[in-house]
C-alpha cells in the first residue's frame, strides 16, 4: 500500500521555524526515481504548490510567497522529503501535504495535476 505520511506541524509564532516530514513507503519502485512536493491548502482558498524537487535532489522550485524562506530537501536513503520553514507568517497557516511523482526523473513542478500521490496532511499554524 502506497503511503505518503506528513509530520511535524504545529503551531508556531509569527518569525519562528518548523520542519515537516514526509515519509514514503510502498511504493513498488524506487522513490529515487520520484519527483516530489509540497502542497498548501488554508481555509477558502485553492490548494496551492509551495515547493517541488527532482528525484535527486539537484533541482528545486518555490512559489514566490515562500522563496527564501522554505527549504525542500529529500533523503532518497531514507525515502523522506522535508520541508524547512523559518521566519513563518500568519499567512502561511494552512494545511500543508506532501506528493510525489513516479517514474520522473530531473523535473519539477508546482502543478497539482503533476503529482499522482498524496498525502493527508499536516496542519501548521502561524500565530501573529
Known amino acids: 500500500q502506497v503511503q505518503l505520511v506528513e509530520s511535524g506541524g504545529g503551531s508556531v509564532q509569527a518569525g519562528g521555524s518548523l520542519r515537516l516530514s514526509c515519509a514514503a513507503s510502498?511504493?513498488?519502485?524506487?522513490?529515487?526515481?520520484?519527483?516530489m512536493g509540497w502542497f498548501r491548502q488554508a481555509p477558502g482558498k485553492e490548494r496551492e504548490g509551495v515547493a517541488s524537487?527532482?528525484?535527486?535532489?539537484?533541482?528545486?522550485i518555490y512559489a514566490d510567497s515562500v522563496r527564501g524562506r522554505f527549504t525542500i530537501s529529500r533523503d532518497n536513503a531514507k525515502a523522506t522529503l522535508y520541508l524547512q520553514m523559518n521566519s513563518l507568517k500568519p499567512e502561511d497557516t494552512a494545511m500543508y501535504c506532501c506528493?510525489?511523482?513516479?517514474?520522473?526523473?530531473?523535473?519539477?513542478?508546482?502543478?497539482?495535476?503533476?503529482?499522482?500521490?498524496w498525502g493527508q496532511g499536516n496542519q501548521v499554524t502561524v500565530s501573529s
Open positions: 506528493a510525489a511523482r513516479g517514474d520522473s526523473t530531473r523535473a519539477t513542478s508546482l502543478w497539482i495535476g503533476y503529482y499522482n500521490y
Open positions: 524537487i527532482a528525484d535527486d535532489g539537484r533541482m528545486t
Open positions: 510502498g511504493f513498488t519502485y524506487s522513490t529515487n526515481f520520484m519527483a
